[in-house]
């Protein structure tokens, strides 16, 4: 089975020591959220998921989900994980008090997202999409509609959906063919068919909601035309209870590679009876509204199934002795040496490594830039960090999935053989890792957005919300000596990371086709000096609290600059390769006629 | 279900047009072995790909092995499909003619091996360790034993395995526990546990001869004291039939992530009759003797899965219309293009294939000089030969199955959502191609080969097999206007290779672990310049065909020089990150005490 306790030091260096997050407690609304209560949160977290969560992530891969005549069953241990995590109340921790939440910030809710990923992605399925609908819900909902159903998503007693997908088009939205006819009962009938519906039909809870684009008669052609509208399973009774069943069902779950313990339905909607959410020909506002959290949350996915592959790495490289230490110190009285002796391991664990940490730093400072665009009372503050959040986003969602791609792979490889075998809980990992790669916009419409929407916007003022610090903070330690391995190697990469920006952005005025054939080597360029600014900036905090005394943690922080002069020496290069296709061009993708493939 | 059309054209131009394979036939016993003969053989061997073993994949994958009370059985279909390939001779393919085989050169089998695991790596598995059986006994065994045992494996009615791996061990091969001890009626009796073996039960043929590693009482410590033994299921009677069970049995097998039709064994030897196959304490030696033909054996599976992979993410991409092309031609009569003209997925495309055909090319050159090794009249040529072969193998072995594996990513991500579910046939690609880089010596083991045994052997005489005709060619063709796009950065990153070489072999003189520290890294920018070389190669063939007419292939051609063009531009760059990982050196991989992992 796989390894993973919670790395709460890290995180609380994250939140507190780099981030203040003592600062969230200013905000308006998030009055109690201290450091200490935030900590106690993610204690509690974290047992949830070591106790609860983990030990039924091996076992529901196995098992998967069974599904039979419309009725879908989770894998054993599943309902009763589920009863827990309601009675714990975590299904409320980022919601809205009006509504029974707890009111947390966003900060703590992006941590619980990484913990739960970590010990069970697919589990974690169910209360996130629950959440995504929580967040579209109370966004655009009528006062009527989140009075009815909100509360309900709260304590989780009733879950939720996103239905977008249909067969002929996933990342092309314009494409959709389920529509909405006016009804005079609820306002709409729906009638289409979705499809990898995640939790579209499960055993969980006792009702389920779908949020559902379609398409009202004579809506405009594309995007423009799609409305949003919730359609539950059952319709409530006056009492708020489950009643009539809705035209609603789940025709069959997908074989999927991964997360199999997550339901993903085929959804028929056969005029079931619906409520328009938000204005008509709106309903793609209403999805982008929430899209970055629900990205983060993606990212965070990858970001907690590193975490696991690299302490499953760790623990194997620790305990299996194969062949001796090349150099250095070797145990005389063992045949063989722990395999972390080995230079070519440690390089798979502190790739891992090196990348997660930085991935951690770089998520939570989104989470809590999204709290202070939510709440801060300058306008021109929310703003600010609302474009922190919009520019970071995308490279959070394509960076951390690729990490959580690249790290359960890695974990394999350290596993050797044993890494191929289910028990070992390490090649689950990857399968799992690998639809965060795809879904909420695939890592190559990731790529897009950063240079097709971000890049350009205001001329660029995305852009100088994080060149700005990067270059301040450069600027500031350019005399440090201590920091003098991280503050070098992250501006000659800043550097070209501008020049690179310039580049695109006339190349793409000119051609847009030039952006799009430079856009993933771009937007991983750039994930690699956001990381690389994570390090400098965890570094001279490290370096502060040595200086400091260090209170007993001397180890913790000297290894946090160790990590990092890692990350500088052998992950950071990685940006010359990504630099050099940027500035190729794109000439070279087009020269092949579409016959010749 | 994924698609496969095995690529003749591309086959025969690296076979006839890249590396004049009519040279074949000059070499004795291969007076037979014509283009015409091969070009022949190939398409049969297409044949029996895309219509008996092609169809069996996915369902081969979704139904795996089952094992009860001993006894496996393999999925529907695979023992019929064994039978057509026995009986259309496969397993004779390049076997010696004095034990019934057809004594086709290295190169046909390496090209056929390609096939077989473009269509269904889980079903090559089989014939490809009886084929390590074979090779090992053709090598090291009695005469008394060839003659016994080769005509069953040639014929393919009985089949072979490779018995290596125990549970403590499986790269440090000193550590094992299996016992041999000597006894009247065959030599020797064999005890212990031996596990990941392929093809260790199953029910496609009548017998099974297991080549199993073991200890004989005394033996020194360590490799050197490791002998070869072969252990048939049921020994043979004087009729050559299958006589009493041998005290071999099947104890499970496992659940892996992918080839799950290939049947990998725990396998029990209680006091099985066993015959010495080579000297005492030679084992080792012995598996070495095949280990090239092994390694290469498995790169062609990830070039295989590769090439599979870059087939099914083209048709797709040539029939999923998904968005309209940002810049060029749009098809005004549709509501989305397909998705092939978005340079994105171009670029996903155009990595796999670039890579696929440069690995081809190397690869078949490997096979070739295989053959010369073997064969050549000359014994400073077949010296020759074997340096380039012993130096390429491990670059093979780690390249090609690295490409096996993102080829099988890429088609995974340029299907999207689909490429998640079973139904499509490419996340089983992802699944069968993992195990390419584990077995058979893990990649970072292969890299370790290059830098500590293949680097320094003879003060660089391996090295300069290669450098000096890539210095060569470069040297030639350097004004060469046409080839300009090829012979300039293939020189840069030549440039690069050799100065990484002369620092990784003076480092690793005075610290074994610095070379050990660059190994994986070097060996990638090795790959790249190797790959590059074909590049140039197979662009001036393509620049001479063109010239001379083309004889109505111009596009044919082409296409070579468009995504060689590519491959320059937008995949050799990546050389560049790994020049700097070797240049950094080691220092910050070993920072990091044991206990902070």
Not at 40 to 57: F, G, M, T, Y
Not at 248 to 257: A, L, P, R
Not at 381 to 403: H, Y
Request: charged content about 20%.
């Amino acid at each position: 089975m796989a390894s993973y306790t919670a790395p709460l030091r890290d995180m609380r260096f994250v939140m507190h020591e780099l981030l203040d997050s003592s600062s969230l407690s200013t905000l308006p609304g998030y009055e109690q959220a201290t450091p200490e209560l935030m900590d106690a949160v993610i204690e509690e977290a974290a047992k949830l998921a070591q106790d609860i969560l983990l030990p039924l992530n091996l076992s529901g891969d196995a098992e998967g989900c069974t599904y039979e005549n419309g009725v879908v069953r989770t894998p054993k241990g599943f309902k009763d994980a589920y009863a827990q995590m309601i009675a714990g109340g975590w299904t409320s921790l980022a919601c809205d008090p009006e509504f029974g939440g707890q009111g947390m910030p966003k900060l703590v809710s992006t941590v619980f997202e990484e913990i739960v990923s970590s010990a069970n992605t697919a589990f974690g399925m169910y209360p996130g999409l629950s959440h995504g609908a929580y967040r579209a819900l109370h966004a655009h909902g009528s006062e009527a509609l989140k009075k009815q159903y909100l509360p309900k998503l709260v304590d989780g007693t009733w879950s939720g959906t996103m239905c977008l997908t249909e067969s002929q088009c996933g990342t092309d939205l314009g494409l959709i063919r389920t529509r909405a006819e006016p009804d005079a009962d609820s306002g709409f009938r729906i009638t289409g068919t979705k499809i990898f519906i995640s939790a579209g039909e499960h055993d969980l809870t006792e009702n389920i909601l779908h949020l559902v684009l379609a398409k009202l008669p004579g809506a405009p052609a594309g995007t423009r035309g799609i409305s949003l509208f919730l359609v539950p399973k059952f319709l409530p009774t006056a009492e708020g209870r489950p009643g009539a069943r809705n035209g609603v069902s789940c025709g069959s779950i997908e074989h999927k590679m991964g997360i199999k313990a997550s339901a993903t339905g085929v959804m028929h909607f056969d005029g079931a009876q619906g409520w328009l959410v938000g204005r008509e020909n709106s309903g793609m506002r209403c999805m982008f509204t929430m899209m970055n959290a629900a990205r983060l949350a993606v990212g965070m996915q990858g970001l907690g199934l590193a975490e696991t592959a690299y302490q499953s790495a760790a623990a194997y490289a620790r305990d299996r002795r194969q062949g001796k230490s090349v150099g250095g110190k070797t145990d005389p009285a063992q045949v063989a040496d722990p395999i972390i002796v080995h230079p070519d391991v440690r390089r798979m664990l502190l790739e891992s490594r090196s990348m997660t940490e930085a991935g951690r730093a770089l998520s939570y400072w989104c989470g809590m830039e999204l709290d202070r665009a939510e709440r801060h009372p300058d306008p021109a503050m929310r703003q600010e960090a609302d474009d922190l959040v919009a520019l970071l986003t995308p490279i959070l969602k394509a960076a951390l999935t690729d990490l959580g791609s690249d790290a359960a792979n890695a974990a394999v490889q350290v596993h050797g053989g044993h890494g191929y075998i289910h028990e070992w809980g390490v090649e689950q990992l990857v399968r799992d890792a690998r639809i965060c790669q795809i879904y909420e916009g695939t890592n190559g419409i990731q790529a897009l957005d950063l240079v097709g929407r971000k890049l350009g916007q205001d001329t660029g003022r995305l852009l100088r919300r994080f060149f700005h610090p990067v270059a301040e903070f450069l600027a500031a330690h350019e005399q440090d000596a201590a920091l003098s391995e991280f503050v070098g190697p992250t501006a000659k990469a800043l550097g070209r990371l501008q020049q690179a920006t310039m580049t695109v952005a006339a190349r793409g005025m000119a051609r847009p086709e030039e952006a799009a054939a430079a856009a993933t080597d771009y937007l991983r360029l750039f994930s690699l000096v956001a990381m690389a600014f994570m390090w400098c900036r965890m570094a001279e905090v490290a370096q502060r609290a040595l200086q400091a005394g260090a209170n007993g943690e001397a180890s913790f922080y000297q290894a946090k600059i160790d990590v990092g002069k890692f990350f500088m020496a052998r992950v950071l290069p990685r940006h010359s390769s990504h630099f050099q296709v940027v500035m190729a061009g794109g000439e070279t993708l087009m020269l092949l006629p579409e016959v010749a493939f």
